[in-house]
Nanobody
Framework: QVQLVESGGGLVQAGGSLRLSCAAS????????MGWFRQAPGKEREFVAA????????DYADTVKGRFTCSRDNAKNTVYLQMNSLGPEDTAVYHC?????????????WGKGTLVTVSS
């Protein structure tokens, strides 16, 4: 079992930045590929970013490419999502997730999420 806890969400003005963190416990994070997903009010959950177990590969949704950066520190059992140039369309609950195989859809473990609100 892997427990994931996200932090770093909050209220930010359009054009601002936030860095989300996802701390893992239960098992070493280095065994897993990690992903970030988001769900806006009234919308389905969508893929945001993914990173391989060693950070050698990162994937991004077209909507965040060039603005968001996903990274990880396996020694700290933590994954990060640096979000820049935020806009109101980025408002959502952001979830991190873990999987044995890097995926944009199926994940084995999910965190409860952290709310990001971007004001215009």
């Amino acid at each position: 079992q892997v427990q994931l806890v996200e932090s770093g969400g909050g209220l930010v003005q359009a054009g601002g930045s936030l860095r989300l963190s996802c701390a893992a416990s239960g098992r070493t994070l280095s065994s897993y590929a990690m992903g970030w997903f988001r769900q806006a009010p009234g919308k389905e959950r969508e893929f945001v970013a993914a990173i391989s177990w060693n950070g050698g590969r990162t994937d991004y949704a077209d909507t965040v490419k060039g603005r968001f950066t996903c990274s990880r520190d396996n020694a700290k059992n933590t994954v990060y999502l640096q979000m820049n140039s935020l806009g109101p369309e980025d408002t959502a609950v952001y979830h991190c997730a873990a999987a044995l195989v890097l995926s944009h859809t199926y994940m084995d473990y999910w965190g409860k999420g952290t709310l990001v609100t971007v004001s215009s």
